[in-house]
């Protein structure tokens, strides 16, 4: 098989079972990855706009709004314009999101420990790198 499709396989291969385990561990707080996602990524860097917070995720077909939408009805972030550009919307978490982020990260841990097993000693800093130079290499 070609080295280039055997590595897209893996790589899809691998996302799909983190994303199986990641969502097994989000079922008893009801959210999907997705939206776990978007909690951890807001929890580490508020504010961002809905463009930022696309940019950090992968949202659902591709549209972060609808997933804002879905978040901001189940009062887990709240939407606000920002001071110097009325324009500029600002996402940042509630207070509910805050404590979801929280047990986010708990759920996450096993998964964490998982992924550690796997792959300690195999140049995660490596594929990580070189994973993200492909990503940035194509956004350009």
Do not use: C
């Not at 978490?93 to 805050?98: E, I, K």
């Amino acid at each position: 098989m070609d080295e280039v499709l055997e590595f897209v396989l893996a790589v899809k291969a691998a996302h799909r079972e983190i994303n199986r385990r990641f969502a097994m561990a989000l079922r008893p707080l009801d959210i999907t990855v997705a939206q776990a996602e978007a909690i951890l990524v807001l929890a580490e860097s508020q504010p961002l706009s809905v463009k930022e917070l696309g940019a950090h995720v992968v949202a659902e077909a591709g549209n972060p709004s609808r997933l804002v939408d879905r978040l901001v009805t189940a009062g887990l972030v709240r939407r606000r314009a920002a001071l110097d550009d009325r324009r500029n919307v600002q996402l940042t978490l509630t207070t509910q999101g805050r404590k979801l982020a929280q047990r986010i990260h708990q759920a996450r841990q096993p998964l964490r420990d998982w992924g550690d097993r796997q792959l300690n000693g195999h140049g995660l800093d490596t594929m990580t790198a070189s994973l993200q130079q492909l990503v940035d290499n194509n956004r350009s």
